[in-house]
Nanobody
Framework: QGQLVESGGGLVQAGGSLTLSCTSFGITFSDYIMAWFRQAPGKEREFVATISRNSRRTDYADSVKGRFTISRDDSRYTAYLQMNSLEPEDTAIYYC??????????????????????WGQGTQVTVSS
């Protein structure tokens, strides 16, 4: 049974940076695409970013493009989300997700929650103004 564990959340001032980590257990990490979603208070969970196997492709929500960078280190079974120029609107619980795939690229479904089998417990990111 696979498990994902996020870390790295916290409180940061607007304009600051944070790096989230998502470490996997019990899965063949290199066979999975990895993604980050977030859920702000009172809102539905939304897609943030995703990365394909072998890091060949990435995709970002428009709201974070140019500020956030998703990456992965298969040797450490870990995915990362580097977040720069943080804004109060980025305040949310951030979740990582994983889905096994034979694709090297990204399918059209990668922005949908239902695409992913494994989810982490979430890590809180709070950006103060």
């Amino acid at each position: 049974q696979g498990q994902l564990v996020e870390s790295g959340g916290g409180l940061v001032q607007a304009g600051g940076s944070l790096t989230l980590s998502c470490t996997s257990f019990g899965i063949t990490f290199s066979d999975y695409i990895m993604a980050w979603f977030r859920q702000a208070p009172g809102k539905e969970r939304e897609f943030v970013a995703t990365i394909s196997r072998n890091s060949r492709r990435t995709d970002y929500a428009d709201s974070v493009k140019g500020r956030f960078t998703i990456s992965r280190d298969d040797s450490r079974y870990t995915a990362y989300l580097q977040m720069n120029s943080l804004e109060p609107e980025d305040t949310a619980i951030y979740y990582c997700a994983a889905q096994c795939t034979t694709l090297i690229g990204l399918s059209s479904a990668v922005r949908q929650e239902s695409h992913y089998r494994y989810w982490g417990q979430g890590t809180q990111v709070t950006v103060s103004s």
